[in-house]
């Protein structure tokens, strides 16, 4: 996804969408100079360990968080020019490859036995550590998709009626 020029395709289906608007005008504007804190991150459930990073602003207290899903072969590694923008913003964020969801996928996970149940499970993973984090508002969790995880997060919002969900894609 290019962060620069893709932002302006983003519904944000609580109907912030002006809020997501000033989020996206500070990607065009901004540099890459930003600061943040970049934690590697290991989630074991199910069997599975999820490899991933947390990334937060270099300053204390308590954020507002995305989860962002990557789409078909993506990994981790995809959304660091995103995680600056959002740290920048004051806003914390995760970056997990899904077990067996990419080639770059470090968890040993075939990814011919990765399903939308087993992607589920991992979101949900992410979503139950990222809760435990004192440095989280529980209140503000967002996330952040592509198109086919657009069912795994509505199931995950279904499960967790506090997530608000975005989509690179327009959804209904």
Same mark, same amino acid.
């Given at each position: 996804?290019?962060?620069?020029?893709?932002?302006?395709?983003?519904?944000v289906k609580n109907n912030s969408r002006k809020h997501f608007v000033v989020f996206c005008a500070l990607i065009e504007a901004k540099g890459t100079d930003i600061k943040m804190i970049k934690e590697e991150l290991l989630i074991t459930h199910h069997g599975r360990t999820l490899h991933g990073y947390f990334f937060k602003p270099e300053e204390k207290g308590c954020?507002?968080?995305? $989860?962002?899903?990557?789409?078909?072969?993506?990994?981790?590694?995809?959304?660091?020019?995103?995680?600056?923008?959002?740290?920048?913003?004051?806003?914390?964020?995760?970056?997990?490859?899904?077990?067996?969801?990419?080639?770059?996928?470090?968890?040993?996970?075939?990814?011919?036995?990765?399903?939308?149940?087993?992607?589920?499970?991992?979101?949900?993973? $992410?979503?139950?550590?990222?809760?435990?984090?004192?440095?989280?508002?529980?209140?503000?969790?967002?996330?952040?998709?592509?198109?086919?995880?657009?069912?795994?997060?509505?199931?995950?919002?279904?499960?967790?009626?506090?997530?608000?969900?975005?989509?690179?894609?327009?959804?209904?």
């Open positions: 996804m290019n962060n620069e020029r893709s932002c302006d395709k983003l519904l954020f507002p968080l995305v $989860i962002m899903s990557h789409g078909y072969n993506g990994c981790k590694d995809d959304f660091e020019k995103t995680a600056k923008y959002l740290a920048d913003a004051k806003i914390a964020s995760v970056a997990c490859t899904f077990c067996g969801g990419s080639t770059r996928d470090e968890s040993g996970f075939p990814t011919t036995q990765m399903t939308l149940f087993t992607e589920k499970e991992d979101l949900m993973a $992410i979503l139950e550590s990222m809760e435990q984090r004192p440095n989280i508002n529980k209140k503000q969790i967002f996330l952040f998709f592509t198109a086919f995880e657009k069912v795994t997060a509505k199931a995950i919002k279904k499960k967790r009626h506090s997530a608000s969900c975005f989509s690179d894609k327009q959804t209904t």
